[in-house]
Structure formats: structure tokens, C-alpha cells
T-cell receptor, first 112, second 112 residues
Framework: GENVEQHPSTLSVQEGDSAVIKCTYS??????FPWYKQELGKGPQLIID???NVGEKKDQRIAVTLNKTAKHFSLHITETQPEDSAVYFC???????????WGAGTKLIIKP | DSGVTQTPKHLITATGQRVTLRCSPR?????VYWYQQSLDQGLQFLIH???????AKGNILERFSAQQFPDLHSELNLSSLELGDSALYFC???????????FGSGTRLTVV
């Protein structure tokens, strides 16, 4: 079955710098790749997603890139701010089922 | 407010007891997913219901069961509770094929 690996497990960046979180997936049939942000004590919240017919998607300071050949996708956060501190999860799914396969999460720490 | 309602928010109970967690999905969503998240851990998929029918099971213990009712709300029943069952339990809903999960704020279960 599908497997999603996420790196790094912890990422510490200076406020204002960029942060990049990477995920790889194993099943080439996967075609939907969302990213979720989980703040302390809250449920995960969808922040951006991408489908396999698109290579890149941007939403203000957040972007996701997808390399289908290499089977990896990345979350890019520019001009990081203290409120970006959270745990970020990537996931993958395919049309043949309803299930999201999740990465293990990345704890992003923004240093003032 | 995400539109997914989970009750109760907090629950403290003793080992060996049984509890029921409740989830009301976002209006129009037919799928309900249950997840367990232990301290500083990732999201462990438990079970998925679609329009009242069980669609997939993850790492759900035999002591745990769930159902989705005709009004689409769902309940997760946890019995013979052990200390290790202490965790955050999240419910998520989606309209269709797993795209755009919306999570509730979770139920924090503490078994003492």
C-alpha cells in the first residue's frame, strides 16, 4: 500500500526566513496531496493542496510543489512569522479510495 | 469553527470503563473519519464511515467500535479502557473521495 515519508521531523528557522518540508510517496497512483497545519491543542487544518495534474500551487506565503517523476512534494513557507509555529502534516490519496495516507509530521519552530 | 463538532472536549475516566465520543460532520459531508493522536505523535487512522456504512478500518483495537447514524453523526465507543488509551481523538469529515478533510477540535481522553 501507499507509504508517505516526511522530513525533517523538526525544523527551526529564524523569523523572516523560509522553511521547506519534504514528503515522498510510494504509490504512483496517488494523485491528491494536501498539507495540514496543527496548532497546539487544536485539530489539523487544511492549508493547501495540490493534484497530480499541477506542478505548483501558491497561496500568499505558502506554496506546494510536486514532482511526479520523483514521487515527492514539498511545502514552502516564505517570510516565516511566529504564528507559523505548528506541526505540519503531509498526506496523499488516490481516486480508488477515500483514505488519506499521512506523513509523521514536522514540528516547525520559528525563532524570534 | 470548522463545522465539525466533537463532544465532549475533555473526558477523564478510570481504567476498565467505557466511554462514547460523538462527532457531527460538516453539513453535506457524508464521510466521517476517526483518528487517534497520542502525545507528540502523528495521526493514527482508526475507522472510516461513508453514509452509514463502514468503508475502511485502520489500527483500531477490538475494544473500540464506531457507527454512523442516519443523520450522519458518528460515535466512537471505547471500552475496557487502559492507561495507554489516553490520547486526543479527532473526527474529520469530507464531502467526497477524501478530498479536503475538515477536522473537529478533538476530544482529549485521560484514563486514570
Amino acid at each position: 500500500g501507499e507509504n508517505v515519508e516526511q522530513h525533517p521531523s523538526t525544523l527551526s528557522v529564524q523569523e523572516g526566513d523560509s522553511a521547506v518540508i519534504k514528503c515522498t510517496y510510494s504509490d504512483s497512483a496517488s494523485n491528491y496531496f494536501p498539507w495540514y497545519k496543527q496548532e497546539l491543542g487544536k485539530g489539523p487544518q487544511l492549508i493547501i493542496d495540490i493534484r497530480s495534474n499541477v506542478g505548483e500551487k501558491k497561496d500568499q506565503r505558502i506554496a506546494v510543489t510536486l514532482n511526479k517523476t520523483a514521487k515527492h512534494f514539498s511545502l514552502h513557507i516564505t517570510e516565516t512569522q511566529p504564528e507559523d509555529s505548528a506541526v505540519y502534516f503531509c498526506a496523499a490519496s488516490m481516486d480508488s479510495n477515500y483514505q488519506l495516507i499521512w506523513g509523521a509530521g514536522t514540528k516547525l519552530i520559528i525563532k524570534p | 469553527d470548522s463545522g465539525v463538532t466533537q463532544t465532549p472536549k475533555h473526558l477523564i475516566t478510570a481504567t476498565g470503563q467505557r466511554v462514547t465520543l460523538r462527532c457531527s460532520p460538516r453539513s453535506g459531508d457524508l464521510s466521517v473519519y476517526w483518528y487517534q493522536q497520542s502525545l507528540d505523535q502523528g495521526l493514527q487512522f482508526l475507522i472510516h464511515y461513508y453514509n452509514g456504512e463502514e468503508r475502511a478500518k485502520g489500527n483500531i483495537l477490538e475494544r473500540f467500535s464506531a457507527q454512523q447514524f442516519p443523520d450522519l453523526h458518528s460515535e466512537l465507543n471505547l471500552s475496557s479502557l487502559e492507561l495507554g488509551d489516553s490520547a486526543l481523538y479527532f473526527c474529520a469529515s469530507s464531502e467526497d473521495r477524501g478530498y479536503g478533510y475538515t477536522f473537529g477540535s478533538g476530544t482529549r481522553l485521560t484514563v486514570v
